[in-house]
């Protein structure tokens, strides 16, 4: 059983950059791929990025595509989502997931979700 917990959320202004952190406990970290996803209010939730076990592969929504960027450290238990030049649509509840080994861009792939992280960028 694989337990998440996002952090890092907060308040930034257009322009700005945040990073948030997904830190897991209570499995061998390294056997699986995370995504991140996140819910906008009345919108769907929606992948942003993934990135596969070993952190050699990953994978980017058209809209976050040169802006965010994913990254994990296996060490730590811990993958990073780094957001540039954030916008006033990228203003969501920010939840990361895990899945064994290979990421999928799909929410229902995936076995394991943390509580989310708030980000809620000002025009």
């Known amino acids: 059983q694989v337990q998440l917990v996002e952090s890092g959320g907060g308040l930034v202004q257009a322009g700005g950059s945040l990073r948030v952190s997904c830190a897991a406990s209570?499995?061998?970290?390294?056997?699986?791929?995370v995504g991140w996803f996140r819910r906008a209010p009345g919108k769907e939730r929606e992948f942003v990025a993934a990135?596969?076990?070993?952190?050699?592969?990953?994978s980017y929504a058209d809209s976050t595509k040169g802006r965010f960027t994913i990254s994990r450290d296996n060490v730590a238990n811990t993958v990073y989502l780094q957001m540039n030049s954030l916008k006033p649509e990228d203003t969501a509840i920010y939840y990361c997931?895990?899945?064994?080994?290979?990421?999928?861009?799909?929410?229902?792939?995936?076995?394991?979700w943390g509580q989310g992280t708030q980000v809620t960028v000002s025009s």
């Open positions: 209570g499995g061998t970290f390294n056997n699986y791929a």
């Open positions: 997931a895990a899945r064994w080994k290979i990421y999928s861009t799909s929410p229902s792939a995936y076995d394991y």
């Open positions: 990135t596969s076990w070993g952190g050699a592969m990953t």
